[in-house]
């Protein structure tokens, strides 16, 4: 039999009229642990080879047996501390005091300095992390111009890092009359209270403006952005979105949307 | 004069299907539920639905309680409700999943039932490729393009991050283009 020539796309569409419904939760722990019948478990398996779904959740139930195990040890570790804990409370009743003066200060004075010690451990963390917050990461600094009242345009974005596949190119036409551009955009932003993010704006002639932090509008990871038309010279120009962790003090992620400016 | 021997797992369970006494049942509850809690947090890794889960489990546990065998010294009580508690952790972070998909697999379930008919002879290979990959790569692979999937839903389904992601995407798709015109 001749191979007819395949495209990525025809090779996807194919994947995907192949794959066939997701089995119920009890299925797939059942086909983890080795329950099914030989025919039942093939079955399962020729799904689970091309189900992204099913193999990340494989991967859970993977995660739960460990958990599973690790509470198990927990539980038993904690039985076996409170047993300890028991006998070390019996004997140190029974047994007497010292009487000796500096036995008593070096209880007095030792006990807290450990105290204090864990505390400036635990809150050091805390410290770092106001000191990096004061300090602002190596990134062009240029501000935004003001942005005078007029009429705008509005662009929606397209990122290829999201799509996968080569987006489609964002071209820009301004008019005299437009006064300044907003640019729609989405990034898949971290809900987390340490990440935040910036864009910057870079054309031919270099780094044009950057905003720190930007915040989505919706929360979900739509923004919109003003951009005064005059900064804007025919061409081509990137807006950069960066996402920075604080915690980690670094760059997580960077997300590119190119455009073309014409006039 | 001898201290009062705790019940185990199996006399409560007996006694409980017996008189059907919720004080039993609750007995149980009390013995398991933090550990339980403790179990879901590491599966669910949010509090909150941990506790949801671990109620959840319970409930389950009381309605199924039937096909919990006490007779048997080998069984474990603790033993299953994991397998309740997984089932039920599972489904949580399955659930909004099967729902969106199902009506796209409903669909696509027909025009599959025309298609074995004509599989594309380059299905095998197709498949044979899809093993060559890396599980990671694999699994990123699938749920991008084969089920659309953005890379937020990916991230949060395999716990990848977003660098991981893309290092991964764009390996399978470097790996099939070759293969595949």
Same mark, same amino acid.
């Given at each position: 039999m001749t191979e007819e020539p395949l495209s990525f796309e025809d090779m996807i569409d194919h994947l995907r009229r192949e794959r066939g419904k997701c089995p119920e939760s009890q299925a797939l722990l059942a086909y983890e642990s080795g329950e099914l019948e030989p025919d039942e478990r093939e079955k399962l398996r020729a799904h689970v080879e091309i189900c992204g779904t099913c193999q990340a959740s494989l991967r859970l139930i993977e995660r739960m047996r460990q958990a599973a195990t690790e509470t198990e040890a927990d539980s038993a570790g904690k039985q076996a501390i409170g047993g300890a804990t028991d006998s070390t409370r019996r004997e140190a009743v029974s047994k007497p005091r010292s009487g000796s003066i500096f036995a008593g200060l070096k209880e007095f004075i030792w006990r807290p300095a450990i105290a204090y010690a864990l505390m400036l451990l635990l809150l050091y963390p805390a410290y770092r992390g106001l000191l990096v917050q004061r300090s602002k990461p190596e990134l062009s600094e240029t501000p935004l111009p003001s942005i005078p009242m007029g009429t705008s345009q509005t662009i929606t974005l397209e990122s290829s890092d999201l799509r996968g596949t080569e987006a489609k190119p964002n071209v820009l036409t301004l008019s005299s009359s437009d006064r300044f551009v907003m640019f729609e955009f989405f990034v898949p932003i971290? @809900?987390?209270?340490t990440v935040q993010y910036a864009a910057s704006l870079q054309g031919t002639s270099g780094s044009l403006f950057r905003v720190e932090p930007i915040t989505s509008k919706d929360g979900k990871g739509n923004f919109n952005l003003v951009c005064p038309q005059?900064?804007? @010279?025919?061409g081509s120009h990137v807006l950069a979105v960066e996402e920075f962790d604080r915690q980690k003090n670094e760059r997580t992620a960077t997300f590119s949307f190119s455009f073309e400016v014409a006039r | 004069m001898q201290a009062p021997t705790t019940p185990s797992d199996l006399d409560l369970v007996r006694e409980f299907k017996q008189s059907r006494t919720p004080e039993l049942f609750a007995a149980l509850y009390r013995r398991y539920y933090d550990r339980l809690c403790v179990f879901a947090q590491r599966v669910l890794q949010d509090p909150v639905r941990a506790q949801d889960c671990a109620q959840e489990t319970f409930r389950k546990a009381f309605e199924e309680?039937? &096909?919990? +065998? =006490?007779? &048997?010294? =080998? *069984?474990s009580f603790w033993g299953w409700l994991v397998v309740i508690a997984q089932r039920t952790c599972l489904d949580e972070l399955r659930h909004q999943q099967v729902e969106e998909r199902y009506v796209q697999q409903v669909s696509l379930e027909e025009g599959a039932a025309l298609m074995r008919e004509e599989d594309h002879p380059l299905l095998p290979k197709i498949k044979e490729e899809l093993r060559k990959l890396s599980a990671e790569v694999r699994m990123c692979f699938l749920l991008f393009?084969? =089920? +659309?999937? *953005?890379y937020s839903e990916i991230m949060e389904k395999t716990g990848f991050s977003f660098k991981q992601v893309k290092t991964y995407l764009q390996t399978a798709r470097r790996h099939f283009e070759k293969k595949f015109q």
């Open positions: 971290r @809900a987390t209270a005059e900064v804007l @010279a025919p | 309680i039937g &096909r919990f +065998d =006490e007779t &048997r010294p =080998e *069984s393009y084969v =089920e +659309d999937q *953005s």
